[in-house]
């Protein structure tokens, strides 16, 4: 079944704990993304990667960081996490047709 | 002006309604427009495409205006499983992706 995977689906942490959230496709998508889900604010692109070894600032990066080191997986990291990083995180993968398929989402709350 | 605008609604419509909403872009270089559906803070899932000349897709049209800069989902015959969030998506075709805050639809019984 093709799908984006991530985990872990629910996490409660505490300012300052690094902490990573993992996402996964099995469709041989070369763009992947991520995004945060805010209320009133809709979904915002945090970074995205156009493949292996390549990965650029989406509108919110400030606080994040990304890598790409093989086509299937994309992390997030969160080195620092603050209270205002509390929301719900979503992974993306998408076809050449610029159709995107999303994770299942990440709720996150950092005290 | 934010970059992709919809009208957060609800829009109630009793079953069997024809509903349409809109959705503005601010940047004339956007090339690519979609539609997605999302329920209750779940994950976004492709509802259409939308190509210039228009397109169907059983009960759904979706309608591309370059000119005022506005895309539209048309829905026909409502059913209540059709109650959900529908968020417009503008590309530039460089894999950045504006989503717009959504508009909800309730479909009433």
């Known amino acids: 079944e093709a799908q984006v995977t991530q985990n872990p689906r629910y996490l409660i942490t505490v300012t300052g704990k690094k902490l990573t959230v993992t996402c996964s496709q099995n469709?041989?998508?070369?763009?992947m993304s991520w995004y945060r889900q805010d209320p009133g604010l809709g979904l915002r692109q945090i970074y995205y990667?156009?493949?292996?070894?390549?990965?650029d600032k989406g509108d919110v990066p400030e606080g994040y960081k990304v890598s790409r080191k093989e086509k299937r997986n994309f992390p997030l990291i969160l080195e620092s996490p603050s209270p205002n990083q509390t929301s719900l995180y979503f992974c993306?993968?998408?076809?050449?047709?610029?159709?995107?398929?999303f994770g299942p989402g990440t709720r996150l709350t950092v005290l | 002006r934010k970059e992709v605008e919809q009208d957060p609604g609800p829009f109630n419509v009793p079953e069997g309604a024809t509903v349409a909403f809109n959705c503005t872009y601010s940047?004339?270089?956007?090339?690519?427009f979609f539609w997605y559906r999302q329920d209750c803070r779940k994950e976004p899932k492709l509802l259409m495409s939308?190509?210039?000349s228009g397109n169907e897709d059983g009960r759904f049209t979706a309608q591309l205006n370059r000119a005022s800069q506005y895309i539209s989902l048309l829905i026909r015959d409502s059913k209540l499983s059709d109650s959900a969030t529908y968020l417009c998506v503008v590309s530039t075709g460089t894999y950045k992706y504006i989503f717009g805050t959504g508009t909800r639809l309730k479909v009433l019984a």
């Open positions: 990667s156009m493949n292996v070894e390549v990965t």
């Open positions: 469709m041989n998508h070369e763009y």
């Open positions: 993306a993968s998408s076809n050449l047709l610029g159709t995107q398929y």
């Open positions: 939308v190509y210039s």
């Open positions: 940047n004339s270089a956007s090339q690519s």
